[in-house]
Nanobody
Framework: QVQLAESGGGLVQAGGSLRLSCAAS????????MGWHRQAPGKEREFVAR????????YYGDSVKGRFTISGDNAKNMVFLQMNSLKPEDTAIYYC?????????WGQGTQVTVSS
């Protein structure tokens, strides 16, 4: 079983920046991708970004393109999300996900709150 530890959430003013980190441990063999989703109160979980180790490919949701940057450290099974130009609508719980052979495994989430 793989475990995920997320960190870096917090409260920031609009226009500010935060950097989220996620570290996978335990049964990490076969991890080929890690990423982030988010869920705001009363809304469905939304895709944010995903990083694929092979080719170091990065994919983003439309609402964060140009503002967020995902990166990864394959050797450490870590993924990072640099969030710039934050907006109040970015307020949500951000969940890390790891992709192996089955459905993604989710972390507990970290709260990001952007004040106007």
């Amino acid at each position: 079983q793989v475990q995920l530890a997320e960190s870096g959430g917090g409260l920031v003013q609009a226009g500010g920046s935060l950097r989220l980190s996620c570290a996978a441990s335990g049964s990490t063999f076969g991890i080929y991708s890690m990423g982030w989703h988010r869920q705001a109160p009363g809304k469905e979980r939304e895709f944010v970004a995903r990083f694929i180790w092979t080719g170091e490919l990065a994919y983003y949701g439309d609402s964060v393109k140009g503002r967020f940057t995902i990166s990864g450290d394959n050797a450490k099974n870590m993924v990072f999300l640099q969030m710039n130009s934050l907006k109040p609508e970015d307020t949500a719980i951000y969940y890390c996900a790891v992709y192996q052979s089955g459905p993604p495994v989710w972390g507990q989430g970290t709260q990001v709150t952007v004040s106007s």
